[in-house]
Every structure is written in structure tokens, then in C-alpha cells.
């Protein structure tokens, strides 16, 4: 058997290499040295870039994928290619440089903040009016300009109306780093709880979404986890937690989620049954399920989600230019749009204002053996969401659950006196 898992996980290692390299020959590199202008009906990202990683020496990189000794930050701008000229959901990396801007992602700042004055000047002059702070965590195999593109993607993408931050943890970008990845991540642990600290206790700020992908959603669960142990809770401005395809062992996961105590924010999770990167993580793993991987609708998660309050968005269906599975959430346009304006505005998603026009397949999260399975319409996109918190039904029978429970107790026997 040991023979059998060591070819099974060098077999899966190969293919995703392959896959994850395929197309990406021709990419440049050294992205983030700042080009003089940007291009007509262009877009533009201002965002704050927080890194533990170490500084490369080179303009063009700015920090390497070793770890650095400190929490280093930076104002970056990039400028995003007209929308006439670009897909959704899709980075366009130059294959030369400088970027041209009418066509590629480009660099337009870097701005070293070192200061706390110049932070909170910095949140106070891009928050807006919502006052939102999104922060987001990258996963496995990220360069520095990686992370920096790729989320600025995703703000354009969903318009979301938020100050957007991303914190880079120190990621060789290789695919047979995995051991130096997660360690890293671990390396990283209070360097994110004090920059999400920093934002809950600047008065710029009003309320805080984390996003997380893939093994970022570790290093995220493990710095909330500190922050409650630390402070007897999570910061209340932290509003939401978004984990998308999170490398996370379920067992794991469930010990985290107990840390966090009763006050935790409200989680949102993206999952996808055909995620080959985490059928990798899996394998290596000790063959525990991943938490991105998981069917929401079988036992034993569908009830665990529902008890947790947790709403689940299953994307194996859907189908992105991604042949690995594992950046959905990102490269669909739908899904993009679904994160700028449902989640982030805190809004539910299976109430009544949902339906075909939305292009999500609801289903009601309950208890089977009292509801019975409730069938996903067919819709535009086939996404099918998991959410209890809006749903009536299932709020009804969790007590109809908890009454059942009771009249199904075992009744014990009465004790025969003893005859005198």
C-alpha cells in the first residue's frame, strides 16, 4: 500500500506540474517596476500590499520568496487593460517588458509605507464610503507579483467597494515546495493577526473581509484562532471570512472553528469536488478530506455546515479556462460578481430576490430524514449554494430537530426494588 500511495502522489505531482505550467512560458517576470502612464479608459487599483517575505534587491520583483525579518508595506496602483481588450476572471501578463497598459496588467506605484501615521492616512484617503476593508491571502506556488496582479483582478472584476489589501506570505513558487509553502504560512501566523489588528483598531475602518485561497486559508484560520485565544475574540470589525478552495483538513478546521468561540464572523466557502491540487494535498496529507474538496450536500459536512451556520457554494460544475479546479472563484465571471456584490455587502443570497437571473441553483440546507433532498434548479451558472442562515426552512426544523432528539432518547428502565 505504501508503494501504491507513493506512485499515486508522484503520478498526481507530475500532472499538476504540467498542468499549472502549461501557458505560462512566455509570461515576464519582474512586473512590478512602475511603467510612466497608463492607457485610455484603462481601469486602476489602489491597493496596500503587506509581505513577511524577504526584499529581492531587484525593482522589478521588490521581494523574493524567502522569509524576510519583518512586516513590510507598500501602496502599489496597477492599471488593468480596458475592458474592451480582456476577459473576466482573466490576468493579462505581459510577455515583454515594460507592460504595455493598453493591453496588459501594469504597475503604475510603489510606495513604502513605514509608518503608522502614513497607514492610517493611507486607509482614511481610500476607504470610501462603506468604510470596507478587504484583505486577501494568496495560497500555494505565488510569486510576490503573482498575488498583486491576481487580486487586483479581482477587485476590478467584482467592483467591489472596498480598500483593498493583500498580505504575501513568503512562497518559493515552485511546485515542489509544498513543505516550505505551509511552513511559511505557519512563519507568518502573528505577522497577520497584528496587520488585521492594525486595520480593527484604525478608526478608517469599519468592517473587515478576509478572503483566502487554497493554503492561505490555513495560515488565515490559524491567525484568527490566535486572535481569539489572545483577545477572547475575534475583532467584531472582522465581518466575514471567505475561504476558497481551502487547503485545510477537515478535522483540522472543525478545532479551529471551536477556537473561535460562539462571536466568530460569518464564513462563506467555495468548494469544487474536481480540484486536482487538492486531490495532490490530499494524497500527501495522509489521505484526510480536504475542506475544498468536501461534498457539501452528503453527511457527514452537511449537517456539520448547517450546525456552524457556514454557507457553502459548490463549483464543480462550473467550468473556468483553470485545468486544475482550483482557482474558480477567480476566473469566473459569475462567481467574481457574486463575492463584489452579495458577499462583501453582507447581503443573502437564497431568499426571495434570488432566480434564474441570478444564475445560482439554491438549495435548501436541512436536516434529510425530516425535509427530504430539494432538487437545484436549472440555471444559467450551475452553482448550488448551501446556506442556512437565510433559510427558513431549515431554521424551522433545526428545532423540529432538537424536539425529535429529545422524544428519540432511550428511556431508561426503572430499577426493581429490591425484595425485602
Known amino acids: 500500500m505504501g508503494r501504491y500511495r507513493a506512485r499515486a ?20 517576470t519582474g512586473v512590478m517596476k512602475p511603467v510612466a502612464e497608463t492607457a485610455p479608459q484603462a481601469g486602476k487599483v489602489d491597493m496596500l500590499v503587506a509581505t513577511t517575505r524577504a526584499p529581492s534587491g531587484d525593482p522589478g520583483t521588490l521581494f523574493s520568496g524567502e522569509r524576510g525579518n519583518d512586516l ?28 504595455n497598459p493598453a493591453k496588459d496588467f501594469a504597475t503604475l506605484k510603489v510606495e513604502p509605507i513605514t509608518a503608522e501615521p502614513d497607514l492610517h492616512a493611507w486607509l482614511k484617503n481610500h476607504g470610501g464610503e462603506k468604510r470596507r476593508l478587504m484583505v486577501f491571502v494568496h495560497g500555494f506556488n505565488n510569486t510576490y507579483e503573482d498575488s498583486v496582479f491576481r487580486f487586483a483582478q479581482i477587485v476590478h472584476d467584482s467592483k467591489a467597494n472596498v ?24 512563519y507568518s501566523r502573528d505577522a497577520l493577526e497584528e496587520m488585521m489588528q492594525k486595520g480593527a483598531s484604525d478608526p478608517a475602518v469599519g468592517e473587515i473581509t478576509i478572503m483566502a485561497h487554497s493554503m492561505g486559508t490555513w495560515l488565515v484560520m490559524e491567525s484568527l484562532r490566535q486572535m481569539a485565544i489572545r483577545n477572547g475574540r475575534v475583532s467584531p470589525k472582522i465581518s466575514q471570512v471567505i475561504l476558497a478552495s481551502p487547503d485545510l483538513d477537515v478535522d483540522v478546521f472543525s478545532q479551529q472553528m471551536r477556537a ?7 464564513f462563506t466557502i467555495f468548494v469544487s469536488g474536481d480540484d486536482k491540487a487538492l486531490s495532490l494535498s490530499r494524497t500527501i496529507s495522509g489521505n484526510v478530506d480536504r475542506l475544498g474538496q468536501v461534498n457539501p450536500a452528503a453527511e457527514p459536512y452537511r449537517s456539520a455546515f448547517a450546525e456552524a451556520g457556514i454557507t457553502v457554494y459548490d463549483l464543480t460544475k462550473l467550468s473556468t479556462e483553470d485545468r486544475l479546479g482550483h482557482t474558480k472563484f477567480a476566473d469566473s465571471p459569475e462567481v467574481v460578481q457574486l463575492i463584489g456584490e452579495r458577499l462583501v455587502g453582507g447581503q443573502t443570497i437564497t431568499d426571495s430576490r434570488v432566480g434564474l437571473g441570478d444564475g445560482l441553483g439554491v438549495i435548501a440546507l436541512g436536516t434529510t430524514s425530516i425535509v427530504g433532498d430539494v432538487a437545484s434548479i436549472a440555471v444559467r451558472a450551475p452553482i448550488s449554494v448551501f446556506d442556512p442562515n437565510s433559510d427558513p426552512i431549515f431554521r424551522k426544523d433545526k428545532k423540529r430537530k432538537l424536539w425529535l432528539s429529545d422524544l428519540e432518547k432511550p428511556k431508561t428502565k426503572e430499577k426493581a426494588k429490591p425484595k425485602s
Not at 74 to 98: E, F, H, M, N, Y
Open 163 to 186: 480598500t483593498p489589501v493583500v498580505f504575501t506570505w513568503p512562497s518559493r513558487a515552485s511546485i515542489f515546495d509544498y513543505a516550505y509553502d505551509r511552513e511559511s504560512t505557519n
Open 260 to 266: 473561535l468561540g460562539d462571536k466568530h464572523p460569518k
Open 72 to 99: 513590510a508595506i507598500d501602496a502599489v496602483t496597477v492599471s488593468i487593460p480596458p475592458d474592451t481588450v480582456r476577459k473576466p476572471g482573466t490576468v493579462q501578463w505581459p510577455t515583454r517588458l515594460p507592460p
Open 9 to 28: 502522489a508522484l503520478s498526481i505531482i507530475l500532472t499538476v506540474a504540467i498542468l499549472a505550467n502549461t501557458g505560462c512560458a512566455s509570461r515576464a
